[in-house]
């Protein structure tokens, strides 16, 4: 099985506009992120080529994996790690014949049953949530809470990664559930400090492990 980071940070230039996705990317790799995911959906192709491929060097050269989102051909123009898929994003399964058994590749699922699809697709791991309120994502269905987060980690056969409203008050117990790891924008992103609101949430990682 591939491997499959435990901090993944989601770079965001809309919720904050101090720093740009690549600062952000140094900034939470310094901090312990082992995972980036570029998502952005306005902007020129070439733009959004060119800001991936400054954070795929900035991830190759601090030892983090870069996944960007969605945009499967800014994936390939940046040589990033893999992709993360939403459901009404580009197939899991031709992304998979594009990018080849190499890359890696998650799927996000709110339900049980989009887990299944996920899985029969062939993604590497799940994102689930959101597992608390959140506004960083407009398109977010209901909170899932804790306890539907144990259920799911204990029926899902790739690492449950999970998203929604989590930061450094709520991490442990996350991970305390049986979540692989954690997905995060907005309590890094948009900390005053986003190394700093990175190393808390490693050091809940150091801890759990």
């Given at each position: 099985m591939k491997k499959i980071g435990r901090l993944h940070v989601l770079t965001d230039t809309i919720l904050q506009?101090?720093?740009?996705h690549i600062e952000l990317a140094e900034q939470a790799i310094s901090g312990?992120?082992?995972?980036?995911?570029?998502?952005?959906?306005?902007?020129?192709?070439k733009e959004l080529i060119k800001i991936a491929t400054g954070m795929k060097r900035v991830c190759s050269e601090m030892g983090a994996a870069f996944i960007v989102n969605d945009r499967i051909d800014v994936a390939i123009a940046a040589k990033a790690d893999?992709?993360?898929?939403?459901?009404?994003?580009?197939?899991?399964?031709?992304?998979?014949k594009l990018l080849g058994n190499d890359a890696v590749i998650g799927g996000s699922a709110g339900t049980p049953e989009e887990i299944v699809t996920c899985v029969q697709e062939g993604v590497?791991?799940?994102?689930?949530?959101?597992?608390?309120?959140?506004?960083?994502?407009?398109?977010?269905?209901?909170?899932?809470?804790?306890?539907?987060?144990?259920?799911?980690?204990?029926?899902?056969?790739?690492?449950?990664?999970?998203?929604?409203?989590?930061?450094?008050?709520?991490?442990?117990?996350?991970?305390?559930?049986?979540?692989?790891?954690?997905?995060?924008?907005?309590?890094?992103?948009?900390?005053?400090?986003?190394?700093?609101?990175?190393?808390?949430?490693?050091?809940?990682?150091?801890?759990?492990?």
């Open positions: 506009s101090r720093f740009s312990g992120a082992d995972t980036i995911q570029f998502r952005q959906k306005d902007g020129s192709t893999g992709v993360h898929l939403g459901q009404d994003d580009f197939p899991i399964g031709l992304a998979r590497d791991y799940v994102g689930f949530g959101p597992i608390y309120a959140t506004g960083s994502k407009d398109d977010a269905g209901p909170a899932t809470g804790i306890d539907f987060l144990k259920q799911i980690v204990q029926t899902t056969p790739v690492p449950v990664i999970a998203i929604g409203g989590i930061d450094q008050t709520n991490a442990a117990q996350v991970m305390a559930a049986g979540a692989h790891g954690i997905a995060v924008i907005s309590c890094v992103c948009c900390r005053e400090d986003p190394e700093e609101a990175a190393r808390k949430l490693h050091d809940i990682f150091s801890t759990d492990s």
